[in-house]
């Protein structure tokens, strides 16, 4: 967006040169009193350059294409064309450079109202009708894990829950749970189920919930339905209404017999002994229980969780990391503030292992680009190959971990993002968090600070070292500044604490501030 330079925009100001016909200045006045979309460039051309309709239209194909080499080769003929119609060279200029911007990002007139009315229908059901419009957004893109997942954090903080598969419950695609500001996952974009299957217990349940496993085993087609899809809709909790997921697992080749069973007694028409010969109801057809086998059951939550990362690309019920939530927060940098960071810079983070992917360097060597997520975001770190021959074990999907790694600006995603460089990790887990928070002083003991005294609080280059310092070796013991300058003396407590049992971090502070500069009590 650019303003009209005045010499244009007042025909009354001095600079103001008779070189365009005055009839002219009304149109330019209307067309660049500020100056937004491409068709204001493409008039301006023909106005002030004298460019032909075609000629300038290729100028505002290389703005949309963001061409900035063909704009600037049009330099010369904008140039003469001004001065041609009158225009001092300073004035020239003055136009080209309002012009740059526009190879950046630029949108045609069309293009940005259509733009506008998407928007304002979108606001307008996001806010009117939450539950349903994010229900359809997230049936938009429930193949995009990453869309997926900002679409649900989405629906948190605005008071909505995405509520796990359900065989009673949900749909083909996403649905709202009726008076409830609930939406549950759509029965499709369960990995291993799939469009077929899904139509398939939708069409089966119909107007009346499946009352029991048995009810469902006989009502719906096993055929399309078959045992691996079974397996994933136990595994995401759409039979958590019935049975424990473990057990369903555990049982899960005498259901398949059942349901088969089942399904051949339909297709011979043959009622149970005992049936009242209903045939609205399906009860009707259930000719026995299963009987489940209820031995060597063993819940395992961070299991459940694994699989409906595996199954339906995130974690949905819980996060792992949820439990350790307090203590992520007290002792590492979220994941969300890297990209704010400078390069290089030592950071602490803590999260749980997303993805590994192992390469082979041209020396033979073999390294990893990983992925780490915590509760507030996702980032690549990458593993070189000395460091990589320490942790290759370690490294594993779905594992949890404290790293010590190092900003680095560069990173294979297309999006600019900062990445991660590994440099140390250890394991981490409830009850070493708990164990550290138990340790943790009472408001009524005293708890150690350090305090740091500071003359010169304009040196940039010590509040940086002192600031990747903190973040290198953060920990419990809080750190006060204390900014002694000649005219006033202030304390200043620091979001993060320090840990002060590591004697080299201590070492590395006492060399920024001087021993004489650092105390601790």
Known sequence: MSEIPAFIKNKNNPENISYLNESLIPVLEDTYGVMVYQEQVTKLLQLVAGYS???????????????????????????????????????????????????????????????????????YLKAHYPDAFMAALMTTDYDNIDRLAIEIAECGHIGIEVL??????????????????????????????????????????????????????TRVNARVVNKKALESLIKTGAFDRFYERQLLLNNIDLMVAYASKQQKQIQSNQLNLFSEGDSSKSDHLVSAKVELDKTNVVVNTNQYLTWERELLGLYLSQHPLTSLSAYLKRTCVPLDKINDMNNDSPVTVGGIISEVK????????????????????????????????????????????????????????????????????EPLDKSAADETDNNQPTDKEEQPKIFIKLKDTSDDKLLSSLKDTIDKYIGETKVILVLDEINSRQAIRLPKGFDHSNEEGLGRLKELVGVENLALA
Not at 378 to 396: C, D, G, H, R
């Open 358 to 425: 192992e390469i082979t360097t041209k020396n033979g060597q073999r390294m990893a680009f990983t992925k780490i997520e915590d509760l507030t975001g996702e980032i690549e770190m990458v593993v070189f190959p000395k460091t990589y021959a320490q942790y290759m074990s370690m490294l594993t999907r779905d594992k949890i971990y404290k790293f010590r790694a190092r900003v680095s600006s560069r990173s294979t995603t297309t999006d600019n993002q900062k990445s991660l460089v590994l440099e140390s990790l």
């Open 53 to 123: 309709a075609g000629e300038a239209d290729l100028v505002r194909k290389a703005i949309g294409k963001k061409k900035r080499d063909i704009l600037q080769a049009e330099e010369p003929k904008f140039m003469a064309g001004s001065l041609k119609q009158g225009l001092s060279e300073k004035q020239a200029n003055q136009l080209w450079a309002q012009i740059q911007p526009f190879a950046d990002y630029s949108f045609p007139k069309a293009h940005a109202t259509c733009y506008a009315q998407i928007a304002y229908w979108t606001a």
């Open 164 to 217: 796990p598969p359900d065989v009673n419950e949900s749909f083909v695609e996403f649905g709202i749970v009726p008076t409830q500001n609930q939406i549950r996952f759509g029965l499709k974009a369960i990995k291993n189920v799939g469009t077929a299957a899904a139509d398939a217990i939708v069409q089966a349940r119909g107007e009346v919930a499946f009352s029991s496993l048995e009810d469902y085993l």
